[in-house]
């Protein structure tokens, strides 16, 4: 009878440890498609290390209803190709949900095969309102396009930074047009006056027509919805001509103290609207620069990686309303977390967001000025 009570007591407490390991395995499966080589990476890796400084944040704290998050980042070097690839890696891994992608192309051909599949997606920076175009399961963490020109020409006007501006933007690239056309449409509305408009191609990499086009209207103010890289071309070309505007960037030129090489004072005064700034000193950011620093030895985050790290927290308040397990497949946590996306309101790094059913989100932007090779607030 001893003998029989032992064995029952050690089945018992096997049975125990083996559920108990059952249990430890079973995790919250978060994937995430960015640039992390290439033209891009710089804003694939700043968007990747904030999401990681969230999911071990989470993690450290007991996970998502104590099951931990399993993160698997891919590269896809930002190209609508090399992004369905990396989808396709995350899908046979088991992702549940998707932090991408992080850039607009590569996210609207991820964004239509993830609808078949019924996977969700939270882009942290693909801001084209294709990205979102009759696909239910893809929500946007940053501004859209539209949102960004208008309020670009609003944050102008109000502020009395300009009457006369120039614009230069890439007429090949759905990103630099979208807010191009509501950016020129607000500034009509703003009484700002358009005194030259500029394009290039993503094979540009002269652009002495377009800055003589600015200065010789007499531009007080040059708008750049544009990316980093031909920013930094742009500057070094009006330093050249001794064209010192204001110049107005949107949240595709964060990144530019980045690039190797960049002289930085060529961007001294640069304003950017976004909705980050790094000096900021309220408790969430300070801890988020601390981490972030202590992550990439001692690197400043930008918009990107705080646009990744809210993402984290808002898949989390999503999973936790909606009642998501790790156990469920993608599809069956998709419609689940659509409608949860609806209900919850965060408080992140990025501002106070809230999220409409065509998955675009609601929040105030910031505007930073580059002073001294930093960023720090101006408003």
């Excluded at 046979?92 to 992080?102: K, L, P, R």
């Excluded at 930074?161 to 703003?190: C, H, M, P, R």
């Amino acid at each position: 009878m001893k003998f029989t009570k032992t064995l029952l007591a050690m089945i018992l407490a096997l049975a125990l440890v083996l559920s108990m390991a059952a249990i430890a395995e079973e995790t919250y499966k978060i994937g995430f498609i960015g640039p992390l080589t290439g033209a891009a990476a710089l804003y694939g890796n700043n968007a990747n290390d904030g999401t990681k400084v969230a999911v071990d944040e989470i993690n450290a704290a007991g996970g998502i209803n104590g099951y931990m998050i399993e993160y698997n980042p891919q590269d896809d070097e930002h190209d609508g190709e090399k992004s369905v690839n990396a989808y396709n890696t995350l899908y046979d891994w088991g992702a549940q949900m998707i932090v991408g992608c992080v850039t607009t192309t590569p996210c609207i051909a991820v964004g239509s095969v993830a609808y078949e599949d019924r996977v969700f997606m939270l882009t942290p920076s693909a801001s084209s309102t294709d990205v979102t175009a009759d696909k239910d399961n893809v929500y946007q963490l940053c501004f859209t396009d539209p949102a960004q020109g208008t309020m670009s020409a609003q944050y102008i006007a109000q502020h009395g930074l300009a009457t006369k501006v120039s614009v230069i933007y890439n007429n090949g690239d759905a990103y630099s047009t979208g807010i191009y056309q509501t950016f020129a449409a607000e500034a009509e509305a703003q009484g700002l006056e358009i005194v030259s408009t500029s394009t290039f191609t993503d094979d540009t990499t002269d652009f002495s027509v377009q800055v003589t086009d600015a200065k010789n209207a007499g531009a007080e103010l040059v708008f750049l919805p544009i990316y980093y890289t031909p920013a930094s071309m742009i500057f070094q070309q009006a330093a050249q001509m001794e064209y010192a505007p204001l110049f107005f960037g949107v949240d595709g030129m964060d990144g530019i103290l980045g690039i190797e090489g960049f002289d930085t004072s060529l961007a001294e005064g640069v304003l950017l609207l976004t909705p980050f700034a790094a000096d900021a000193t309220d408790d969430l950011t300070v801890n988020f620069v601390a981490n972030f620093g202590a992550l990439t030895n001692g690197e400043i985050p930008s918009q990107f990686a705080a646009d990744g790290y809210d993402c984290v927290y808002a898949l989390k308040a999503a999973i936790e309303l909606a009642g998501v397990t790790p156990d469920m497949s993608a599809e069956d946590a998709c419609d689940l977390l659509i409608a949860a996306m609806q209900e919850i309101e965060i408080e992140g790094l990025t501002g106070n967001m809230t999220w409409a059913d065509n998955g675009e989100v609601t929040k105030s932007p910031k505007a930073v000025r580059i002073e001294n090779g930093t960023y720090v607030s101006a408003d």
